[in-house]
Antibody, heavy 121, light 107 residues
């Protein structure tokens, strides 16, 4: 069974740093495309970053240079290092496993963790 | 960025109703569209990908259609478990973007 469990969310002051973790089970993180998505209180979903199995990564502009996605194969885990946090980074952060076709694009975010709350205040 | 606009934002319906939610993209996204269901306090759950492909295990009362810039999610006969918020997402180009969500509430 595929499972994703996030942790690391906390109350942090503006300008601070935080590292979120996402431990996976039921599959190997390094073989998959993985992403982080956030949802501010009462708002919609916002994609943040993707890490491809080959190691490439992409970010949305608002977090580029502040957030870094990475993985630890030995721990089968995905991470999101967040620096220079702002009040508008307050949200529940989800990690997700992506489904994709061979040589084609990403189809969807097929598995999600339960989320971890980051409050910047 | 490609903007995704869902309508309506809120929909009041009864059990057994046929429900349609529309998602419009600010530019063509081909068929690179997914739909998710989200219940309060829970993570989103994938329903449909590539516009119309039902994820394994999702009830057949859910269906998706469209192409280019206009897409629809239809629930043929609303069930009690379907009262939730529905999100569309484009995966045609970065940044991948979501609609603002449509809440389906009990009438």
């Amino acid at each position: 069974e595929v499972q994703l469990v996030e942790s690391g969310g906390d109350l942090i002051q503006p300008g601070g740093s935080l590292r979120l973790s996402c431990v996976a089970s039921g599959f190997t993180v390094s073989n998959e495309y993985m992403s982080w998505v956030r949802q501010a209180p009462g708002k919609g979903l916002e994609w943040l970053s993707v890490l491809y199995s080959g190691g490439g990564s992409y970010y949305r502009d608002s977090v580029k240079g502040r957030f870094t996605i990475s993985r630890d194969n030995s721990k089968n885990s995905l991470y999101l290092q967040m620096n220079s946090l702002r009040v508008d980074d307050t949200a529940v952060y989800y990690c997700a496993r992506l489904s994709h076709g061979a040589g084609v694009g990403v189809y969807a975010f097929e598995s999600w963790g339960q989320g971890t709350l980051v409050t910047v205040s | 960025d490609i903007q995704m606009t869902q309508s309506p934002s809120t929909l009041s319906a009864s059990v057994g109703d046929r429900v349609t939610i529309t998602c419009r993209a600010s530019q063509s996204i081909g068929d690179w569209l997914a739909w998710y269901q989200q219940k309060p306090g829970k993570a989103p759950n994938l329903l449909i990908y590539r516009t119309s492909t039902l994820r394994s295990g999702v009830p057949s009362r859910f269906s998706g259609s469209g192409s280019g810039t206009e897409f629809t999610l239809t629930i043929s006969s609303l069930q009690p478990d379907d009262f939730a918020t529905y999100h569309c997402q484009q995966l045609q180009s970065f940044p991948w973007t979501f609609g603002q969500g449509t809440e389906v509430e009990i009438k």
